[in-house]
Every structure is written in structure tokens, then in C-alpha cells.
């Protein structure tokens, strides 16, 4: 009989020695920056009636039943559960309030990937913390981390969700073709975005700008060419989110991170609360992003707070196989 499910994990020694080695480093870390833990349930009461952009995570996580006939789930992500109880149960506490946690998280996997069913996570959230040099200590945080942990040759893609959402605007794009072209950015599906590109009626500048994302997904080409669509804005809008990003790229120079940070205008992540500056990063060796993260203001205004939040996750084991080699 089978009692490990497929895409579960346990770690022995010296893998197990290792792993918690690694995360109290990264809690010492944390709370020198000024963080608090806070430990997470693993089970959470499923809504059925939880707003849309957060239907998208419960709706496809793992269920079960307890003995009162309630639906549960299995903590599919632990930034929504931290935002839910910074902004009810913590309220009263001091602004920013820096939180950070640590556990597994369970998803079902992506068709076509190998992605464990659980997988260990560490992450931190800023509640109550808004503005650019917020976000670039964010950066800062997280290349500390990784730099402590001996991820070698790291590098952190960074987006403006606003820079995107401003391009789509100008180029009137209806919602439903809004969705696509999100949906194949987020899954980086570069053939798809193609042809949404070239079926769809937009300004000249636009389609140039949106093609220019696709073919220079980093550096300062890209940059220029966004720069370049702004003069034809007239609202303005896309501007004032680039004089955004170019801040927080000032501020990461300050904080000595700008080095291993890649411009990359075309990332989006998979959820719809994310508002402002989103980042991934990535290492050699490794199948996905070690870490993400990102500015979501949105998902606070989801909750009923008007603060601003941002924050990251770390994929801990991603960490392990390339920091210590495991699995190569």
C-alpha cells in the first residue's frame, strides 16, 4: 500500500540538517531587517463566495473534508493568508508591519510540468508599507537572502505591472483580448502573444512597444522603447509608472543590489492582485523561479484595507538543489 502521495516529500540527514540550517539563517536575516514570524495554519476553511481574484487560487487547491461535514483546504499560498491577518487580526499593530513565515504549500500540478504537489516555501511581507524605496528594500532583503543561502550567479527579472497595464490601455485593448494577452504573458508563451499581437487593431507605436518586449525581454533596450511609447501618451499614464520603475531601480542601486537585476517589462505574474513592481529570480541549474514576489495593493483592496503591501516568497528547495547541488 502506497501511504507517500506521488509529488509529497520528507527529507533525512543530511538533506533534513541542512534544510533547517538554512532557514535559521534566513530568519536571522529577516529579523535584522526588522521582521517578525508569524506561523501559518496548513489547513484553511474553504469560501465559496471569496472574491474572484482569489477564487482562482482556492478553487483549484487540494479539499478536503473534516468531520463536521465542512470543506477545508490545503494551504495552496501563504501571502494571502499573511495579508488576511495583518489587515483583521493584527490591525491594531503598528504600520509598516513586517511579517515572515515558513512552510509547505500544496498545488496541484501544471499539465505539462514536473512540479512536486508540495513544495517548502520561506517568505516575508511588508503591510502597511508603500513607495518605491519600500519596494527596492524588498530587492535588497531578498538578494541578502540568497546571497547568505550561496545561490551562485542569481538574477532578479524585474517588471512594473502598472507599465503594462498603462501599454494595454493606450492601445485600447477590450477586456477580453486584456485577458489573453495576460494569460500568455504570465505563461510566457511567446507564440501566442504573437498572434494576439498581429490579429489585434492598436496604435502603430504599440504594437512596437509590445513586439520590442518579445524580442529584448530585458535591458535597457526595452526600457528605451517604453520611454519612447510614453511621448505618444496622452494621458500620461504610462510615464508616471516608468518614472516609478526607474525609482525603484535607483533605489536597488543604492541598496548595491542593481547588479544582478534584468529589465524585464513583459513579466506578469500568474495572480491578478499584483499592482506594481513584480520580479522573479532565477538561478542556473534550477527548473522555475527560486524566489518571487511583488507589490499587491490589490489584494489588500480586495480584503477591505486600503494599506499597501509588497513581499516575496523563497522556494526553499529550489534553493537546496542549487546552493548544495541536490538532485543534480
Known amino acids: 500500500m502506497d501511504y507517500l502521495a506521488e509529488g509529497t516529500c520528507y527529507l533525512f540527514a543530511p538533506e533534513s540538517t541542512r534544510r533547517r ?3 535559521a539563517g534566513l530568519a536571522r536575516i529577516l529579523q535584522t531587517a526588522g521582521f517578525q514570524e508569524v506561523v501559518l495554519p496548513t489547513v484553511q476553511a474553504y469560501d465559496p463566495d471569496s472574491p474572484k481574484p482569489l477564487r482562482r487560487t482556492v478553487d483549484s487547491a487540494y479539499k478536503l473534508i473534516d468531520s463536521r461535514g465542512r470543506v477545508m483546504v490545503l494551504r495552496p499560498d501563504m501571502t494571502e493568508t499573511v495579508a488576511s491577518i495583518a489587515s483583521r487580526e493584527l490591525s491594531r499593530l503598528p504600520r509598516p508591519l513586517r511579517l515572515f513565515y515558513s512552510g509547505s504549500v500544496f498545488r496541484p500540478p501544471r499539465p505539462g510540468l514536473p512540479d512536486p504537489m508540495e513544495s517548502y516555501q520561506m517568505g516575508a511581507e511588508v503591510v502597511g508599507g508603500a513607495g518605491c524605496l519600500e519596494d527596492a ?12 543561502a550561496g545561490v551562485p550567479g542569481f538574477q532578479v527579472r524585474l517588471g512594473h505591472v502598472g507599465v503594462i497595464d498603462a501599454v494595454m490601455d493606450f492601445a485600447g485593448m477590450p477586456p477580453p483580448l486584456r485577458a489573453r494577452f495576460r494569460e500568455a504573458l504570465v505563461a510566457k508563451d511567446l507564440v501566442r502573444v504573437s498572434g494576439l499581437l498581429e490579429a489585434a487593431p492598436m496604435p502603430g507605436a504599440c504594437r512596437d512597444f ?23 501618451d496622452p494621458s500620461g499614464t504610462i510615464q508616471r509608472t516608468l518614472e516609478e520603475f526607474e525609482e525603484i531601480l535607483a533605489g536597488a542601486r543604492v541598496n548595491g543590489v542593481d547588479d544582478c537585476i534584468q529589465i524585464d517589462l513583459g513579466l506578469l505574474r500568474h495572480l491578478d492582485y499584483y499592482t506594481g513592481m513584480v520580479f522573479e529570480v532565477y538561478a542556473p541549474g534550477t527548473g522555475g523561479p527560486i524566489a518571487g514576489g511583488g507589490r499587491y495593493d490589490g489584494l489588500l483592496r480586495i480584503l477591505g484595507s486600503q494599506e499597501g503591501a509588497a513581499g516575496f516568497a523563497l522556494n526553499i528547495d529550489r534553493i537546496l538543489m542549487t546552493a548544495c547541488g541536490w538532485g543534480s
Open 210 to 232: 509590445l513586439e520590442r518586449i518579445l524580442s529584448f525581454p530585458d535591458g535597457q533596450e526595452v526600457l528605451d522603447a517604453a520611454t519612447s511609447l510614453a511621448s505618444y
Open 21 to 23: 540550517e538554512l532557514e
Open 137 to 148: 528594500k524588498i530587492l535588497s532583503v531578498v538578494a541578502r537572502c540568497l546571497e547568505d
